[in-house]
Nanobody, 123 residues
Framework: VQLQASGGGLVQAGGSLRLSCAAS????????AGWFRQGPGNEREFVAY????????NYADSVKGRFTISKDNAKKRVHLQMNSLKPEDTAVYYC?????????????????WGQGTLVTVSS
């Protein structure tokens, strides 16, 4: 499966952005998906995860209550709605997919990655 992320940009603190990840290939509905981010000088960190059906999600503590992940299997898309953005949310955001749905917080658990999309939150 191939993934392409979009929707990044510059936003003021307190604002919102919606990231999208478009998938191509067969059987995307069988894949679980996640969003990760990598800030300057930082390692790639887990942000959010959604299972293959879209019925279960998990979030990093730092974004819980502000971000919402969703999955549209018919359109082969995964979205990340980001509200109440903070300057510390500034990073390149990556979407990823895996079949097993295990250890969702580990980047190495994902076999498929999209290119990053830059989110910059100004104070």
């Amino acid at each position: 499966v191939q993934l392409q992320a979009s929707g990044g940009g510059l936003v003021q603190a307190g604002g919102s952005l919606r990231l999208s990840c478009a998938a191509s290939g067969h059987s995307f509905r069988s894949y679980s998906a996640g969003w990760f981010r990598q800030g300057p000088g930082n390692e790639r960190e887990f942000v959010a995860y959604i299972n293959w059906s879209g019925g279960g999600a998990n979030y990093a503590d730092s974004v819980k209550g502000r971000f919402t992940i969703s999955k549209d299997n018919a359109k082969k898309r995964v979205h990340l709605q980001m509200n109440s953005l903070k300057p510390e949310d500034t990073a390149v955001y990556y979407c990823a997919a895996q079949v097993a749905g295990q250890e969702y917080w580990r980047p190495n658990a994902y076999g498929y990655w999209g290119q990053g999309t830059l989110v910059t939150v100004s104070s």
